[in-house]
């Protein structure tokens, strides 16, 4: 779980615990609620909220904070900002606009003053000086990258899943001229173009002809050339969104294999001996 303690009330300690929301498992009811709260220095505790807003996917987000200045103000991050000013019995979050950013991990607020506070996101730093009212927002010349693979051009390129975006190729050298001052230049940001697919995908280039790239995203697969493209569907079954592999075989250049992972509800299939070919 999380917690937090409002410096101006040490006694009054907030709690994040993740709960079954009353759905049976095991023919067993689950625990219900979202925010703990204690006054008594966690002494006691008392259940005041059951919002999915203040902890939506405990695998992934889970961070809250309290204003240093008033223990009522309280913020919780997850896809969405959400802010509460009586102790966490009542959410709300500002729209899209308004909002620092989205998929919010993590906050640091001046312990010496309330007002200025900077949150984090998938879209990069956000910076507030009036409590949240208005927002900086600046994004980081930095990107998370998933999966990576490589060519077998010289130089060869590389291929990479990025976080919030589709896959990307580029050059391992992009082999431009230092400039008259002697300062390599280099890989300038318009070399690098998208190859289709997503962030929980993979890239993989044909191993012959690097114009032809597979990409894949969550229910959906990319045969990208760079004289054509043609988008091919999902494999034909019941399954939730998650990342489809695909590899080319330097052995076997005409068959392409990929996989998906089923959900709990889909029917047993037999696996395809090939999804798609990698004629050209």
Known sequence: PSRAIGRSNPNRVYALIETGDGVPWNGKETEYGQIWRSEDGGVSWRMVNADRGAMSRAHYYGRMAVAPDNADGTYYLNESFNKSIDSGLTLTAPGRA???????????????????????????????????????????????????????????????????????????????????????????????????????????????????????????????????????????????????????????????????????DAERQEPPAALGRLDT
């Open 98 to 264: 308004d909002a620092p950013g989205g998929d919010h991990h993590d906050m640091w607020i001046d312990p010496s003053n309330g007002n200025r506070m900077i949150v984090v996101s998938d879209q990069g730093v956000a910076i507030t000086i009036n409590r949240g009212r208005t927002w900086l927002r600046q994004r980081m010349t930095n990107a998370q990258m998933y999966h990576v693979t490589v060519d077998n051009e010289i130089p060869y390129n590389v291929y990479g899943n990025k976080q919030d975006e589709p896959t990307y190729r580029g050059p391992s050298n992009s082999r431009l001229a230092d400039d008259f001052g002697g300062v390599r230049r280099g890989i300038p940001r318009a070399m690098w173009h998208s190859v289709g697919g997503g962030e929980s995908g993979f890239a993989t280039p044909d191993p012959v002809d690097s114009n032809i790239v597979w990409s894949t995203a969550s229910g959906s697969g990319t045969r990208r050339d760079r004289r054509a493209v043609r988008r091919e569907p999902a494999p034909d079954a019941k399954c939730r969104s998650v990342a489809v592999s695909a590899r080319a075989s330097v052995h076997e250049r005409r068959t392409e294999l990929a996989g998906d992972q089923p959900g709990p």
